[in-house]
């Protein structure tokens, strides 16, 4: 169930179309950063998008940690430093591996596997794409049924605490899973694993939104509507396919 708030005291509640903006930055914190890491490591894009999501929250949590180490603000910047630096490292591993396997392909006079193509795919991917808008399309409409509103916040007994963890990362600009100390007060800081609470805040602030209901309801309509379709797509891909490899 969830209930109302008004971050805007007095102001008009949050429309659907007010929504997009949160909804897009989350997309795009969520897939960006981890499909750029990913295809610099040489993979294709059909696997690369699936995983992006993982790879970008790892990238995300690690910024966090990294800018609160050198006294950075939390913003995007310290993601597309970490980003570049994700990258460049996997593009240059990828290089070294490549020459080690095409040294070893020469000294055994074995040449490399070379990727087959089949005109066959074409319509598969015709319809996998079909069916994953299909279902971006379904769950979406059924999670913004569920949600009622943008800016509701769900009545769940845990809830409280993470929408005031979001709330804490934007007021003191710090969202280190290392330091976190919304509830130790004056007492030593503790670890709580911050990586749900640190893409809401960056999507928050890169949308220029301070309605954290509205941003966790981004996040888990993004979560169920597209990063769930995209992972459970690639597993019924390789399901279905003749190859045992990636």
């Known amino acids: 169930m969830c209930a109302g708030i008004d971050d805007n005291a007095g102001g008009k509640p949050l429309t659907w179309l007010g929504f997009v903006p949160l909804v897009a930055a989350t997309i795009g914190l969520l897939l960006v950063p981890g499909v750029i890491v990913a295809l610099c490591a040489g993979l294709p894009a059909r696997i690369a998008l699936p995983i992006a999501p993982g790879v970008s929250t790892a990238i995300i949590v690690v910024a966090a940690i990294a800018a609160d180490a050198v006294g950075m603000g939390w913003n995007l910047w310290p993601v597309a430093i970490i980003t570049i630096v994700c990258a460049a490292g996997c593009w240059w591993m990828r290089r070294i591996v ?43 409409w059924h999670m913004i049924a569920q949600i ?48 749900w609470h640190d893409v809401i805040s960056l999507a928050l602030k890169t949308a220029n939104s301070a309605d954290v209901a509205a941003g966790t ?17 690639v597993i019924a891909s390789k399901q279905h396919s003749r190859s045992a490899g990636v």
């Not at 040294?103 to 015709?126: F, H």
């Not at 009545?155 to 804490?168: E, P």
């Open 98 to 140: 490549s020459r080690v396997v095409d040294a070893g392909a020469i000294a055994s006079r074995v040449p490399r596997r070379q990727a087959s193509s089949s005109t066959r795919t074409t319509p598969r991917r015709g319809w996998w794409l079909a069916g994953g808008l299909l279902g971006v399309f379904l769950t979406g």
């Open 148 to 195: 009622g509103r943008p800016d509701n916040f769900a009545q769940s007994f845990d809830n409280m605490f993470h929408l005031n963890a979001v709330r804490w990362i934007l007021d003191h600009s710090n969202g280190s899973s290392l330091t976190m100390s919304m509830t130790r007060g004056d007492g030593p800081t503790s670890f709580y694993p911050l990586a």
């Open 217 to 233: 309801n981004a996040m888990v309509l993004v979560i169920s509507s597209v990063v769930w379709v995209l992972g459970g797509g």
